[in-house]
Every structure is written in structure tokens, then in C-alpha cells.
């Protein structure tokens, strides 16, 4: 059997974290390839039903990143993700999902060097988690 390799769903807001990533590309920098990044025009679009779709799909981890706050696009996108990030997170548990595998996080577009750090890290986080015993439970 081969060594576990998490599949890693991330939103990005078009504005900021997508042109980070843009920028770490770019700039040559490597982040892992099994995440799967979907540019949603602001964090705050990114409904809780997507993270749950992700994780039934068999998603290991769900990243959502976007403006810092204050700098939003759309005003207070990235505080409205931010208040369901937050009880999304108190309600997985009781769905079988455990919270450390979302991550939320604000990456200004020309933070690319720390775009990749971060998506390393939350990589390597996840893949000492091991697999999503929801996706065990698909297979099965």
C-alpha cells in the first residue's frame, strides 16, 4: 500500500489569496499538489454547504483563505466567513468530522511566500491526521 496523501479542497478569494497563489507560481515557489483550489470571487460566497460537499466527496481537508480583515472586496465578506467558519467548526464533530481538518486563514495577494508556507503546513497537518473516516466509510 502507498504512503497517504490527503486531498485538500481550498477556496480562495479571487482577490487576494488566488493572486497570492498566482504569485507563488510565478515566483517558483512549490506548495503540495494534491490541493485543490477553487477561486470563489469572496470568502464570504463560500457557503458551509460547500465545506460539508467537500468533505462527504472525500475531501482529507478544506482550506479557506481570503482578504484580511478590514481589506475585503466586498466590504465584510471575509467577517461573514469568518462567523460561519466558526460555528461550521462547532457543528462538525457532530457529523463524524473533525474540526482541524478546516482551516480559515487571511493571506494578502502579495503574501505568496507565506501562501505556500501555509498550505505546507496545513498539508502536513492533515496528512498526520490521516485519512477522512468519512472517506473510509465510502469506500467501504
Not at 467548526?89 to 508556507?117: C, M, V
Request: aromatic letters at 10%; hydrophobic letters at 40%; glycine letters at 8%.
Amino acid at each position: 500500500m502507498s504512503e497517504f496523501e490527503p486531498t485538500i479542497v481550498a477556496f480562495f478569494c479571487n482577490w487576494c489569496t488566488y493572486t497570492a497563489a498566482d504569485l507563488a507560481g510565478t515566483s517558483r515557489l512549490s506548495y503540495p499538489h494534491n490541493i485543490r483550489i477553487i477561486r470563489v470571487m469572496c470568502t464570504g460566497m463560500v457557503d458551509p454547504q460547500y465545506i460539508i460537499k467537500a468533505f462527504l466527496e472525500g475531501a482529507d481537508g478544506v482550506l479557506v483563505s481570503g482578504c484580511r480583515p478590514g481589506d475585503c472586496h466586498y466590504i465584510n465578506g471575509n467577517y461573514k466567513a469568518r462567523r460561519r467558519i466558526k460555528l461550521l467548526k462547532e457543528i462538525l464533530p457532530q457529523f463524524g468530522f473533525d474540526q482541524q481538518r478546516l482551516r480559515l486563514t487571511w493571506i494578502g495577494a502579495s503574501d505568496g511566500i507565506h501562501l505556500a508556507e501555509i498550505m505546507r503546513t496545513f498539508a502536513g497537518q492533515i496528512k498526520a491526521l490521516g485519512p477522512s473516516q468519512t472517506k473510509l466509510k465510502m469506500v467501504i
